[in-house]
């Protein structure tokens, strides 16, 4: 079964750093997009950050440019996200996000991790 699993989050003071992993099984990941979401609560999921199958940064959200940083290594079926200067208002499940072609119906399927929780508190 195709999974992706993300690690990494846990407590974090203000100004603080964490890194997220996610790591793919079952499938490769260097032919696709890959993306990063968060859901804060009582909040929608929002667009972090993503990044091209040959790991050029896509797009940050205005909240986190300039913070955190996308990254993926091909080799190790992995994507990263480093985040510095970390502020109460990132506390939230961090998700990633991958649409890759599904080898036996050969239709689009939209993988998402478990979530991993970040929480930024004094």
């Known amino acids: 079964q195709v999974q992706l699993a993300e690690s990494g989050g846990g407590l974090v003071q203000p100004g603080g750093s964490l890194r997220l992993s996610c790591a793919a099984s079952?499938?490769?990941?260097?032919?696709?997009?890959m993306r990063w979401y968060r859901q804060a609560p009582g909040k929608e999921r929002e667009l972090v950050a993503d990044?091209?199958?040959?790991?050029?940064?896509?797009g940050y959200a205005d909240s986190v440019r300039g913070r955190f940083t996308i990254s993926r290594d091909n080799t190790r079926n992995t994507l990263y996200l480093q985040m510095n200067r970390l502020k109460p208002e990132d506390t939230a499940v961090y998700y990633c996000?991958?649409?890759?072609?599904?080898?036996?119906?050969?239709?689009?399927?939209?993988?998402w991790g478990q979530g991993t929780q970040v929480t930024v508190s004094s």
């Open positions: 996000y991958c649409r890759a072609l599904d080898s036996g119906s050969g239709s689009w399927v939209d993988y």
């Open positions: 990044i091209t199958s040959d790991g050029r940064p896509a």
């Open positions: 079952r499938f490769g990941i260097s032919p696709y997009p």
